[in-house]
């Protein structure tokens, strides 16, 4: 069976055709996975446009799954479902893709789907890799989300633990943006960090201890924080600037009088990468886990996959990444997840609606 998925919750207009392999241990084969990407248009503004991306989305989205098709080699008629992301995201957004997809859903008499965004993420490693050794801890790390989940079983994702302020990649994006360095933040900070001293800047990690108020049914403990983090660099380039005021800037030693940006960049990454490895480990070693994953935009980053390699072969235990073209928002992921629901005998009815906080 071949089923298309479209995804269009941020600011990349996608649709993918993704086939059944009926291989149990590697269910699912990308045909094709278009995605038409908004990036220039937002990066004047230095960050995405809610009223731009869904206006882009109309325009985008007849051509970007017609293409899919095509590439695919499949037409409507070989089609045996349609998957489209109901939530998280912009609801705007959100909605071009709800009602293209149950529009042609009905004008193609195929059954539709509605798909987690984050439940695509985590199928990316599924995709990808084939099913993974559970119980699996997977980090969900992106623009919006930074969140560790355990799967028990395929398709069940339980809710471990969360960011309390910015996420993981919303961090790099604020860290780029305060440095000049343009949106999105996550693969320019990647690239200077590595010809730069990751010891230069002396940053602040932050480990959470107790429960958050806003989720007390959360242990809180694994839980992430990258506000602070943020701040710190910028009172760190204000400080060197000469900018700021000295009470604010007191708790930070410069260590350099000039604006290295490659120190700040692999300094800040270093602190990063290091947070969110830990945790995932944590968790990994509390649920006994047998692999662990990382998805979504960040999980595209370099020294995150270096180092989460190499931390797997010393604990002995294997980890999973998406290729870079299934870490960034695309539709195979949810075609993928969409095929995973359609199997358990998930539909959804005509009356589907954007969701701009669905819950996983
Ligand atoms: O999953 P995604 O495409 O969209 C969301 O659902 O948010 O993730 C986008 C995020 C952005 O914040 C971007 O800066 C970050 O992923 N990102 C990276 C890298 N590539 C993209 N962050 C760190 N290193 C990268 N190489
Ligand atoms: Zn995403």
């Given at each position: 069976m071949l089923i298309l998925g479209i995804e269009t919750s941020c600011d990349e207009t996608s649709a993918a055709v993704v086939e059944e392999t009926g291989d149990a241990s590697k269910p699912w084969a990308v045909r094709s996975n278009i995605v038409a990407s908004q990036v220039a248009?937002?990066?004047?503004?230095?960050?995405?446009?809610?009223?731009?991306?869904?206006?882009?989305?109309?325009?985008d989205i007849c051509g970007v799954v017609e293409r899919s098709l095509d590439e695919a080699g499949a037409?409507?008629?070989?089609?045996?479902?349609?998957?489209?992301?109901?939530?998280?995201?912009?609801?705007?957004?959100?909605?071009?893709?709800?009602?293209?997809?149950?529009?042609?859903?009905?004008?193609?008499?195929?059954?539709?789907?509605?798909?987690?965004?984050?439940?695509?993420?985590?199928?990316?490693?599924?995709?990808?890799?084939?099913?993974?050794?559970?119980?699996?801890?997977?980090?969900?790390?992106?623009?919006?989300?930074?969140?560790?989940?355990?799967?028990?079983?395929?398709?069940?994702?339980?809710?471990?633990?969360?960011?309390?302020?910015?996420?993981?990649?919303?961090a790099y994006d604020k860290v780029a943006k305060l440095l000049g360095l343009g949106y999105p933040g996550g693969p320019v900070i990647d690239r200077l960090a590595r010809?730069?001293?990751?010891?230069?800047?002396l940053l602040p990690t932050t480990r959470l201890t107790h429960a958050d108020r806003n989720a007390p049914e959360l242990k809180g403990d694994l839980d992430f924080s990258f506000s602070g983090l943020k701040t710190a660099v910028l009172r760190y380039v204000q400080k060197s600037e000469g900018r700021?005021?000295?009470?604010?800037?007191?708790?930070?030693?410069l260590q350099t009088s000039d604006l290295n940006v490659a120190d700040i960049c692999a300094s800040f990454q270093r602190v990063v990468v290091t947070g969110l490895l830990d945790r995932l480990f944590d968790a990994a070693r509390r649920y006994q886990a047998k692999s662990v994953g990382i998805a979504g935009g960040v999980s595209a980053n370099s020294r995150l996959r270096a180092e989460l390699a190499d931390r797997g072969v010393r604990r002995e235990i294997p980890t999973f990444l998406p290729s870079l073209a299934l870490s960034t928002d695309n539709a195979a992921m949810i075609a993928a997840a969409g095929l995973r629901k359609f199997r358990a005998g998930a539909r959804a009815s005509m009356d589907l609606n954007a969701d701009a906080a669905l819950a996983l």
């Open positions: 248009i937002h990066r004047e503004w230095g960050g995405v446009v809610p009223e731009l991306a869904s206006r882009q989305h109309i325009r037409a409507w008629p070989d089609l045996g479902a349609v998957a489209v992301t109901q939530g998280p995201g912009l609801v705007g957004s959100l909605l071009v893709g709800v009602s293209f997809a149950k529009s042609a859903a009905a004008a193609a008499g195929l059954p539709l789907v509605a798909v987690h965004h984050l439940a695509g993420h985590i199928e990316s490693l599924v995709l990808q890799n084939g099913e993974l050794p559970l119980p699996a801890i997977v980090l969900v790390v992106s623009g919006g989300h930074t969140s560790l989940y355990l799967v028990e079983k395929p398709g069940h994702y339980e809710l471990l633990s969360r960011t309390r302020d910015d996420a993981a990649g919303e010809t730069g001293n990751d010891r230069a800047v700021s005021q000295k009470s604010e800037a007191s708790d930070f030693r």
